[in-house]
């Protein structure tokens, strides 16, 4: 059997089960049920894998310094990538664009630009700059998510929301995270604008990118590892997604997210870009007390195409309460077209899957392109 057949089998096995795991969360988000136990998920080749206890935190390693990787982690995928079978149905009913109707409300999009908030070294504060992109203050430091301030991306319809905050109205860049080098994710011309000795957390291979245009604190960090900037904690985590540049990179630098921790324990968890799956589980068991998520909910239809990679509203509702987060701060959505839904629609759905959740309407930060929210450290649960 070639490998182009096994794959186009593995596609097939995963449209035929897709029907069945979308019922099984409408049931839990019906039921209010949003924290999924004793769960196992299915390893490679098909059996159960229970999920191990968590281990000790990996202490920080120090920043910076060339690292050997090996030449793939394409063993780090979590389903397959799409086969021949899929890419010729793809390009049969690809629909990267909403529909005319879809696209009806784009004026309707919030945008709510405003000033950064006042913080101090014990104030944590979030400013959605649009798609993946954020202003974090923590632990005194101004740290960028994936930061993309251009207005058209590689192979990307323009941004139909300006960023929220102006280049110019950013205070100094203390540090970086990159979750994968994804154009949307992973933008030149941005990087470009900042000064070469920006500290920048990258995941495992893509260092030399930045080395390459003269970086020179780079650090790079596998799954589970961790480094220290000032007093704050950068931890790289898992995620479902992967990687890609160009037409002979596939895989071959990691993808993941960022739990960013401060000298008092106050929790930020960053998704990237990810699909729903058992590493919600354990990063919420191994990092407990996460304060916020930025969990991406836009960019998941046509489902069958989309869901090993991009959460829908609902999953990352699930998602959220897997981690263990108190509060959830939707994001990959209303700044840059990559899928078919409703510009809107993922807005709607989040709020929907909230409350059927049975969840605080406060503890959802839906905020607007632009707009911060700050923790309260005088709540209880902060």
């Known amino acids: 059997m070639t490998q182009q057949t096994q794959q186009a089998e593995q596609t097939q096995q995963a449209e035929q089960s897709d029907q069945a795991e979308q019922t099984q969360r409408a049931g839990q988000a019906e039921h209010g049920a949003v924290r999924v136990t004793q769960k196992t998920w299915p390893a490679d080749g098909g059996h159960a894998l229970p999920l191990p206890a968590p281990g000790p935190l990996a202490p920080p390693r120090t920043p910076g310094g060339a690292r050997l990787w090996p030449k793939s982690f394409a063993d780090r995928l979590t389903a397959p990538l799409p086969g021949l079978r899929a890419l010729a149905r793809f390009a049969r009913e690809g629909s990267l664009r909403p529909t005319p109707e879809g696209l009806a409300d784009i004026q309707r999009l919030p945008f709510e630009p405003g000033p950064l908030p006042r913080v101090d070294t014990r104030t944590v ?25 251009s207005r058209k991306i590689l192979g990307t319809p323009a941004r139909v929301t300006p960023a929220g905050v102006a280049w110019s109205a950013l205070p100094r860049v203390d540090a970086v995270v990159i979750s994968h080098n994804h154009y949307d994710h992973l933008d030149a011309p941005t990087l470009a604008r900042l000064p070469r000795d920006t500290p920048v957390f990258v995941p495992a291979g893509l260092g030399r990118w930045f080395t390459r245009r003269r970086f020179s604190q780079v650090t790079e960090l596998d799954w589970w590892e961790a480094a220290e900037l000032a007093g704050v904690r950068f931890d790289f985590v898992p995620a479902h997604h992967w990687s890609k540049r160009s037409l002979v990179d596939t895989c071959r630098t990691l993808w993941g997210g960022w739990v960013l921790t401060d000298a008092e324990g106050q929790r930020i968890y960053f998704a990237g870009d990810t699909g729903y799956g058992h590493w919600f589980e354990r990063i919420g068991a191994r990092y407990p007390g996460i304060d916020l998520a930025l969990l991406p909910i836009g960019a998941y239809h046509p489902r069958w195409w989309l869901k090993d990679v991009h959460c829908d509203p609902e999953e990352a509702v699930l998602a959220a309460a897997e981690v263990g987060a108190r509060r959830l701060a939707p994001m990959h959505w209303g700044t840059f077209l990559l899928s078919g839904e409703p510009v809107l629609e993922p807005l709607t759905r989040v709020r929907d899957a909230w409350e059927a959740a049975g969840m605080d309407r406060a503890d959802l930060w839906d905020l607007a392109v632009g707009a911060s929210r700050v923790l309260d450290r005088d709540d209880p649960r902060s």
């Open 125 to 149: 504060a979030v400013t959605w700059v649009g798609h993946a992109s954020w202003v974090i203050r923590i632990g005194g430091l101004t740290v960028l998510t994936d930061p993309v301030w």
